[in-house]
């Protein structure tokens, strides 16, 4: 059905995997000797993170969390943007970038979907949280923070929609019809005036609570505490995408990113978790839309260029696709490197356009590879299930077997 | 709280029409229109389609090689000392400097794509590189040679040239069809049809056939494989280049650096509606969908619809009928 034209791409797919699972067959066996020097530096991070026990991750995680939520009340001098940029407002948009990063490395990083109009579905969550609360709108208001989870669910409604038609295709059709519906979802927004257009919408909610001179402590200038709000809702969000990556459902998902027609084959209904992964990147990206709508307390109908959802692709793949780590790090970054080297912003399109190629290039798995503790647990289990027959792990220097792999599309089977 | 959900439909009502006298007023005059720039989105979608059939790659880029070609013929004819009036040259002094302009922006565009294919796509191939790390380098060189046009000509379209005066052909059904119109339908099929004689009469086009069948048993059989991509990459750009002085003959004031974007989107659109890797199937798409873009925007009253109209074409016809009109892919197509 999908994939049947292409006998190149499956080809290739089956050799990336097969150097993807020599790769994680040596992580896991701890022969990081077999790696070049340097190349491999985060690889070798994310080994020794791994050699740490459970106690010791969570002592450096709760270290690392304290640090984020203290970074802007600290400004430490040669990470700061300022002068030039608001240093918690900076992070905000750090955060903002982060968490956009989650919600589309689901759709590519571990469904391998390519979303190009990630902002439209930003700019869906943006407007409802503007047309929900802005006095400048005449429909029903209601408290700010509902907004988001309605966001969420509008936006999601729009991903299924967008989805249904598309996702039964190949993967191609996807990045099209994404890309064209960011494009549609601004025309509309100039068209449409219940939208508004460039007019837009002043005054959009916030969060409740006065400070103690009586100004509103989610105001607009105060990136602080939109900030820890943002913070608070990436390391939610990662907890729970965590655990659908560690899931029934992430492991379909790497199953049809790896090989569709095997996953397919081998039972994973392919079609639905692949609606699943982009109903899931929408909802994050309407959070993240609505969050956006409150701590700048404006929207109309420019803030939503096509050209953004590049940027957000390119937070996604420099951080790692399919490490959610890697997503947030990647975030960040694109964010924070035209806010700290003012000079250079207005060519961000342009650095991260070429940066988009050079990565692909030269390093696809980005800063942060995405794990492959699955598959090198399949080949662990595979190894231990010959050894015991009484058959020498053959498999171990051939490149073209795949066992790890067929025993993770096995377990995305079992899904 | 109940009153305030009444306004939800909008209350201006100018926004959407359903103009049905307005449409068939103008009929025929937005069918030929239509037709017009559907064979510029049908030019456009040839390159689409032709790598699409060899690679199995949408080719994001090819929207700016088109672009550069419109860039070409720009510089072209302010070179040549075309400018906003209509220029005072004997006819055949135009139709010389019209096809020194076509000539280069077929080369400027060529070239785009030669270099897009060597230095983006090539070492993607060398190494076997998943289908998501081609799609993501696709978009990243579109994105880079966009923000270069940027970088290098700013935000603002470019200075609207007139190349000839548009003098009425004939009448059909009361409409007059003018010079421009006709000029461009002309030349648009009759490279279609060179392209198409190309790809099922001569060699390589047996080759471009065979590897977008088989890549692997077409190599076994002695095709050169490279080639043969090199050339589908070039044949795609001449294309693009001829489509961009049509499109700059018809929307002087569209050479933007984002004014490939849209184009491509709608080209592209038109390729899937033709059935994509068809090459009949581009020239098809191209003109429905230009007729159908120009139908509905004087049918829902705002020239924005257009785009919209397109992208939901796009939408129906991957729902509906996802192998396009069409349908048979390049390599099954019949000699």
């Known amino acids: ?415 | 709280m109940l009153p305030s959900l009444v306004p939800l439909l909008p209350t201006e009502n100018d926004w959407i029409t359903f103009d049905i006298p307005s449409l068939a007023e103008n009929f025929w005059s937005a069918t030929f229109d239509g037709l017009t720039f559907g064979a510029i989105y049908a030019l456009v979608a040839l390159g689409y389609t032709l790598v699409y059939g060899v690679l199995n790659l949408i080719n994001f880029a090819h929207s700016e090689v088109f672009i550069v070609g419109c860039y070409a013929v720009f510089f072209t004819l302010s070179g040549l000392g075309f400018g906003p009036s209509v220029p005072r040259l004997d006819i055949w002094a135009i139709i010389l400097n019209l096809l020194l302009a076509l000539v280069l922006a077929m080369l400027a565009s060529a070239l785009t794509a030669f270099l897009l294919e060597r230095i983006a796509y090539k070492p993607l191939r060398n190494r076997n590189a998943p289908r998501l790390v081609f799609l993501i380098t696709a978009i990243g060189a579109s994105f880079t040679i966009q923000y270069l046009i940027y970088l290098w000509r700013g935000p603002s379209p470019e200075l609207a040239l007139t190349m000839f005066r548009p003098t009425p052909i004939f009448d059909v059904f009361g409409t007059i069809i003018d010079s421009q119109q006709l000029v461009i339908i002309i030349a648009a099929v009759i490279m279609m049809v060179a392209t198409d004689r190309f790809i099922s009469k001569s060699r390589t086009g047996r080759g471009i056939r065979a590897v977008a069948q088989d890549p692997d048993t077409a190599t076994l059989m002695g095709v050169n494989k490279e080639r043969i991509i090199v050339t589908t990459f070039i044949i795609g750009g001449l294309l693009a280049g001829a489509a961009a002085l049509f499109y700059v003959m018809k929307i002087p004031s569209g050479v933007q650096y984002s004014g490939g974007f849209v184009l491509g989107i709608k080209a592209f659109a038109a390729a899937v509606l033709g059935g994509i890797g068809n090459v009949r199937g581009a020239l098809l798409g191209g003109l429905l969908l230009g007729l159908i873009g120009n139908y509905g925007q004087i049918l829902l009253g705002n020239s924005q619809w257009t785009d919209v109209v397109a992208f939901v074409v796009l939408v129906l016809v991957l729902l509906l009928r996802p192998e396009g009109i069409l349908g048979t892919s390049l390599g099954r197509s019949k000699a």
């Open chain 1, 1 to 415: 059905m999908s994939m049947t034209d292409g006998p190149t791409p499956m080809q290739t797919v089956a050799a990336e995997q097969a150097a993807e699972d020599r790769e994680a067959s040596l992580k896991a066996a701890g022969r990081s000797d077999h790696r070049q020097p340097g190349k491999r530096r985060f690889g070798n991070l994310s080994d020794r993170w791994q050699a740490l026990s459970r106690q010791q991750q969570w002592g450096f995680l709760v270290i690392v969390v304290v640090l984020a939520y203290l970074l802007p009340l600290i400004n430490p001098p040669i990470i700061t943007t300022e002068p030039g940029n608001n240093f918690a407002l900076a992070c905000f948009d750090m955060a903002r970038f982060a968490l956009i990063a989650v919600g589309l490395n689901v759709v590519v990083g571990y469904a391998g979907l390519l979303d190009l109009g990630y902002v439209a579905f930003f700019a869906v969550g943006s407007y409802c949280a503007a047309m929900l609360t802005s006095p400048d709108s005449p429909y029903l208001h209601i408290p700010y923070l509902w907004t988001l989870p309605v966001a969420m669910a509008v936006t999601m409604f729009f991903g299924v929609m967008l989805g249904v038609p598309t996702l039964r295709l190949r993967g191609d059709y996807l990045a099209i019809v994404t890309l064209g519906f960011g494009e549609i979802v601004r025309i509309l927004a100039t068209i449409i005036p219940a939208m508004k257009g460039q007019v837009g919408f002043q005054n959009v909610g916030h969060p409740p609570g006065t400070a103690v001179d009586g100004t509103p402590i989610f105001s607009n200038s105060n990136g602080v505490p939109w900030y820890w709000l943002t913070l608070t809702i990436i390391i939610i969000v990662t907890l729970l995408v965590g655990n659908l990556e560690r899931s029934r459902v992430g492991r379909a998902w790497i199953a049809i990113r790896e090989d569709e027609d095997a996953a397919e084959i081998m039972g994973v209904p392919t079609f639905k978790y692949k609606v699943w992964a982009f109903a899931i990147g929408a909802a994050i990206g309407g959070l993240s839309g609505a969050l956006f709508a409150g701590q700048v307390g404006f929207v109309n109908n420019q803030k939503f260029d096509v050209t953004t959802s590049i940027l957000f692709l390119a937070a996604v793949v420099l951080g790692g696709a399919g490490n959610k780590v890697g997503a947030i790090l990647g975030g960040a970054l694109v964010s924070y490197i035209p806010l700290r080297f003012t000079a250079i912003a207005e060519y961000k399109y342009l650095i991260f356009g070429v940066a988009l190629v050079l990565i692909m290039i030269f390093r696809s798995q980005g800063l942060l590879p995405a794990r492959q503790r699955l598959l090198a647990y399949g080949r662990t289990a595979m190894n231990q299930i010959t050894s015991r027959n009484g058959k020498e792990p053959t498999d171990k220097d051939n490149p073209s077997a795949g066992p790890g792999a067929r025993a993770v599309r096995q377990k995305g089977a079992e899904a």
